[in-house]
C-alpha cells in the first residue's frame, strides 16, 4: 500500500521519465505545459491539490516540521470517528493550512476550525455541521511560525504570511508550473 506522497511521484515522475528517454506516450495521453499567467508564477496559478501535495513533500523533505507525539492518535474533529490513515496528513494539513493563510491574510485559529469542520453522522438523526479541532490546528500554525512561513497580524486579527514565506510559496508552485502535465486526449 502507498501513500499519497508516494502515489503523487510516481504519477508526477512517469510522464516526465517518459518524455526524457523519447518513449512514445500513449495515443490517450498528451504531455502539455503549463502556462503561467505572469512571468513567474504564484500560487493562485497553481491547482490546489498539486500545490498542497508537492508543498507537503517539501516539508517532509526538509525534515523542519517537527511531529507532534500525538499525531498518529488524534482525531482532526468532534465529527470524525478515527485518526487519518494516511501517515503524512500533518504535513498535508500544514501545507493546506499554509496555503489558506497565503490566500486570505488574517486568517485565525477560529476560522481555520470553520474551514476544515464536517457534517457530523448523529446516526439516523439529522446531521449538523462541527468545527474541527483547534489543538491540530494550532499546533499547525505554530509549526508554520517556528518555520518563519507565517506571523503574527500586527492588526492582532489571525496570522499572515510572511515575505520568506510567501517566496518558498512562490518558489515551489513556478517550480510546478514548469513541469509538464498529462492530460488524456478526447
Known amino acids: 500500500m502507498t501513500s499519497w506522497g508516494e502515489e503523487f511521484d510516481k504519477q508526477q515522475a512517469a510522464p516526465a521519465a517518459a518524455a526524457a528517454a523519447g518513449a512514445a506516450v500513449a495515443s490517450s495521453v498528451k504531455l502539455v505545459a503549463r502556462k503561467p499567467k505572469t512571468k513567474c508564477g504564484t500560487l493562485k496559478d497553481v491547482a490546489p491539490h498539486d500545490f498542497v501535495m508537492a508543498y507537503a513533500k517539501y516539508l517532509k ?7 507532534p507525539k500525538w499525531v498518529d492518535l488524534v482525531k482532526t474533529g468532534i ?21 489558506r493563510i497565503y490566500l486570505r491574510n488574517g486568517t485565525g485559529v477560529g476560522a ?20 474541527a479541532s483547534g489543538s491540530v490546528l494550532r499546533s499547525v500554525v505554530q509549526q508554520l511560525e517556528a518555520l518563519k512561513v507565517v506571523e503574527k497580524d500586527p ?6 504570511i510572511s515575505s520568506s514565506g510567501r517566496r518558498d510559496l512562490d518558489r515551489i508552485a513556478s517550480q510546478l508550473l514548469k513541469t509538464p502535465v498529462a492530460v488524456a486526449a478526447q
Open 61 to 67: 523533505k526538509a525534515g523542519k516540521v517537527e511531529l
Open 155 to 160: 492588526s492582532g486579527h489571525g496570522r499572515r
Open 112 to 131: 481555520l476550525r470553520k474551514i476544515y469542520g464536517t457534517k457530523k453522522n448523529n446516526g439516523c438523526m439529522p446531521g449538523h455541521f462541527t468545527i
Open 79 to 99: 465529527s470524525k470517528e478515527l485518526a487519518p490513515s494516511d501517515p503524512d496528513w500533518y504535513y498535508i494539513r500544514a501545507a493546506a493550512v499554509a496555503r
